[in-house]
């Protein structure tokens, strides 16, 4: 029952956060081409060279996702941080097969048909 629930929670700090990114279609050009992938801190990072728009929108998202995980956190009493790789370990887990990802070693990681290697804090 524990694990369900955990499941649920993480399932609850994602779900806002993919749905306002699957919006943006330059978001999903970066994430097809590889530029962009998910940390296991909840927030997106840029894989190789960092153009000025590849920067600007990877920080629009990451702005968006702090102001998102802030305000769960404080409504959850958990500490932002928390928060942030509870949602970091669900966005990693839903990556899909050629995403990118960053693996607990700092090594960027590509998405194979296989489970990534995640975070061992992940619940």
């Known amino acids: 029952m524990i694990a369900l629930t955990g499941l649920a929670a993480i399932g609850i700090a994602a779900g806002p956060v993919l749905a306002q ?3 943006d279609p330059a978001y999903a050009a970066a994430r097809a081409a590889a530029q962009v992938g998910e940390q296991p801190d ?3 990072g840029i894989v190789g060279i960092a153009t000025p728009a590849l920067q600007r929108l990877v920080d629009d998202i990451n702005i968006k996702r702090r102001a998102t995980y802030a305000e769960r956190a404080k409504e959850k009493k ?8 509870t949602a970091g370990c669900e966005l990693i887990m839903r990556t899909e097969p050629g995403e990118k990802y960053r693996a607990p070693d700092g090594t960027w990681q590509t998405r194979t048909g296989a489970a990534p290697t995640r ?3 992940c619940p």
């Open 78 to 85: 958990q500490t932002l941080e928390a928060y942030a790789l």
């Open 21 to 23: 990114q699957q919006r």
């Open 119 to 121: 975070d061992p804090r």
């Open 42 to 44: 909840g927030y997106l």
